[in-house]
Each structure stands twice: as C-alpha cells, then as structure tokens.
C-alpha cells in the first residue's frame, strides 16, 4: 500500500488478492458509494466486483454482466445491496442517465465497470479504482498475473477521517 495525491496503490499477484483488495474495501463502504473502475478488458474488474459483493454479503454470484448492463445483488445481511454496473456496451454515445441509476445510488453500493468519465457527474464523492495489469505474461500454465489497483477517493464523502479509514482498511490487505 502506497499513497500520494490520496491514492492508494496497491499491488496483488493472482485473482484471489484482488478479491481479498476489494473484501477489505467493503468493510469501509456504505449505501449512497459509488466506485467508478477503469482498466482494460481482463484487468480484474469483474473480479474485484465479486470481492465486493463477498464483502457486503449480498446475494451472488457476481459476474461479467454481459447480456444485462446492471444487476442488483440484494443485501443477506441486511446492509446495502450492490449494484453492478458495465457501460462497456454503452458504448461512446451510449447515455448512462438511461440506466436511471439514480434510483438506487441512494440505498445501495454501485459499482460501475467502465464508469469513467460517464457517471461522476450523477454523486458529489466516488471512488476512482484503476486497474492495470503492468507486465502480461499469458502463461497457460499460470493464469494469474501481478495487477496494480490504484483508488482515488474524490468528494466530501471520503474527507480526510474516512480516507484515513480506507488506508487502514487497505494497510493489511
Ligand atoms: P474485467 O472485468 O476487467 O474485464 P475480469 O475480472 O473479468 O476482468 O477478468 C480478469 C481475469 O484475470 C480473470 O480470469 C482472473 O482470474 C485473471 N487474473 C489473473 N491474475 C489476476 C489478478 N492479480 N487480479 C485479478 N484478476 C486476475
Ligand atoms: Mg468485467
């Protein structure tokens, strides 16, 4: 765990510690959040989704949304439910306004897979998440591979007592 500028930079090396990442994150999240992932396709977005949904305890299984662009995972716990989010097939011109997030943002944690520059403008705080995958090596023998994952909280939400509350939520992981 690394900062600067307020992000967090954090790195992990196989897809169970990016969902351990995202299990840490959910401990610090509430309804009304809103994470805005970039990254490209196979950087561990839906991955890092699922460690969420583990984390809130909500109805699963997470995945790739691919025939729906949002799905509503209800809470089991009695917590806020997560809302999975992918805008990829919004495509340039595609208007996220259409997907009426507003009516849940409120209530639950939304997650939107390539959110950014497209839902920022619906909350006054989010959370950046980029993901990247620094050196790719694509051995069949070994599907996992090292992934940055750079948080950036933005907006009143995430002032300084919660952006503390993040690193240390973050720190162990
Ligand atoms: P995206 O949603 O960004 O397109 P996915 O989460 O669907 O990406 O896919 C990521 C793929 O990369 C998965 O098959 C996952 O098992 C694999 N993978 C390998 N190493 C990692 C890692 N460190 N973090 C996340 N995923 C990883
Ligand atoms: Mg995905």
Same mark, same amino acid.
């Given at each position: 765990?690394? %900062?600067?500028?307020?992000?967090?930079?954090? $790195?992990?090396?196989?897809?169970?510690?990016? $969902?351990?990442?995202?299990?840490a994150?959910?401990?610090?999240? $509430?309804?009304?959040?809103?994470?805005?992932?970039?990254?490209?396709?196979?950087?561990?977005?839906?991955?890092?989704?699922?460690?969420?949904?583990?984390?809130?305890?909500?109805?699963?299984?997470?995945? %790739?949304?691919?025939?729906?662009?949002?799905?509503?995972?209800?809470?089991?716990?009695?917590? +806020?439910?997560l809302?999975?989010?992918?805008? !990829? #097939?919004?495509?340039?011109?595609?208007d996220?306004?259409?997907?009426?997030?507003?009516?849940?943002?409120? &209530?639950?944690?939304?997650?939107?897979?390539?959110? #950014?520059?497209?839902?920022?403008?619906?909350?006054?705080? !989010? =959370?950046?998440?980029?993901?990247?995958?620094?050196? &790719?090596?694509?051995?069949?023998?070994?599907?996992?591979? +090292? $992934?940055?994952?750079?948080?950036?909280? %933005?907006? &009143? #939400?995430?002032?300084?007592?919660?952006?503390? &509350? =993040?690193?240390?939520?973050?720190?162990?992981?």
């Amino acid at each position: 765990t690394g %900062s600067g500028n307020g992000t967090l930079e954090i $790195r992990t090396v196989d897809a169970d510690g990016t $969902r351990a990442v995202a299990v840490a994150l959910a401990a610090v999240l $509430r309804a009304g959040d809103l994470l805005v992932m970039d990254g490209p396709l196979g950087a561990g977005k839906t991955t890092f989704t699922q460690g969420l949904g583990d984390g809130l305890g909500v109805r699963g299984p997470v995945a %790739s949304p691919t025939f729906v662009i949002e799905r509503v995972h209800p809470s089991l716990a009695g917590g +806020p439910a997560l809302v999975h989010v992918d805008a !990829y #097939r919004l495509g340039g011109g595609g208007d996220i306004d259409d997907l009426d997030l507003d009516a849940d943002l409120d &209530q639950a944690v939304t997650v939107v897979e390539w959110g #950014r520059d497209r839902v920022e403008h619906l909350v006054d705080s !989010y =959370l950046l998440l980029e993901l990247e995958r620094p050196d &790719q090596v694509d051995d069949p023998d070994d599907p996992d591979e +090292p $992934r940055t994952l750079r948080i950036t909280p %933005s907006g &009143q #939400r995430w002032d300084e007592v919660a952006r503390d &509350q =993040l690193a240390a939520a973050l720190t162990p992981v």
